[in-house]
């Protein structure tokens, strides 16, 4: 890999995985599977990074031609996806507490952990600019490899929740949870600055 290669990735792939509110995504986890085993959880677990994985990478591919189909400029859709960031952002900031209960005998690898607790509207809104922004291949591919690798990291830290939460406790987990807050509300603030610039250049 390229140094340039190198440094999109790396620099893609941090922007991923605050996106994907990995401290909000492993209190919700936790909180989702305290009457499960190790075991239990920890097959829940790879389901929830299969299922965040297909879906990012689809949504990454598919931004452009569904800015196509309604005929929504790129432009406008990163003024609208940032505003949803910048609520989501508000809400981790503000401190949003997840005390669901898993169902019996039922799958929530998907819904809700997958979608929409990992990928959430604003989320979706994000991947959608970021992969329409994308020109060439080699910029597709490299994204891919970033949210993969993305998933993957959120996938080991809900592997693991058990131990990171003995390691933070609740009260680190929040604060680092508020923390991304912080990062993602800067993060919508680039998204709407760079949509506005563009609509009255336009």
Not at 42 to 57: F, K, P, S
Not at 122 to 138: D, F, K, N, P
Not at 177 to 182: E, M, N, P
Request: net charge neutral; with cysteine.
């Amino acid at each position: 890999m390229t140094t340039s290669a190198a440094t999109l990735f790396i620099e893609t792939y941090i922007k991923l995985f605050f996106l994907l509110t990995p401290f909000f995504v492993l209190s919700a986890f936790l909180s989702m599977t305290r009457t499960m085993d190790l075991r239990a959880r920890r097959i829940l677990a790879l389901r929830v990074t299969a299922a965040v994985a297909v879906a990012g990478c689809v949504l990454s591919l598919a931004g452009g031609a569904i800015f196509s189909l309604f005929g929504i400029t790129l432009d406008a859709f990163r003024v609208g996806a940032g505003a949803l960031l910048f609520l989501s952002a508000v809400g981790l900031v503000r401190g949003g507490r997840v005390e669901a209960e898993a169902d019996d005998g039922g799958d929530i690898s998907v819904v809700p952990l997958a979608i929409p607790i990992t990928i959430g509207p604003a989320t979706v809104g994000a991947l959608l600019v970021m992969g329409a922004q994308l020109e060439t291949a080699w910029e597709r591919s490299v994204e891919i490899g970033a949210f993969l690798a993305a998933s993957l990291s959120v996938g080991a830290m809900l592997l693991a929740a058990t131990a990171i939460e003995r390691l933070v406790g609740r009260m680190g987990l929040t604060i680092l949870s508020k923390l991304t807050g912080l990062i993602l509300a800067a993060l919508s603030a680039q998204i709407v600055f760079t949509g506005v610039r563009g609509l009255l250049a336009s």
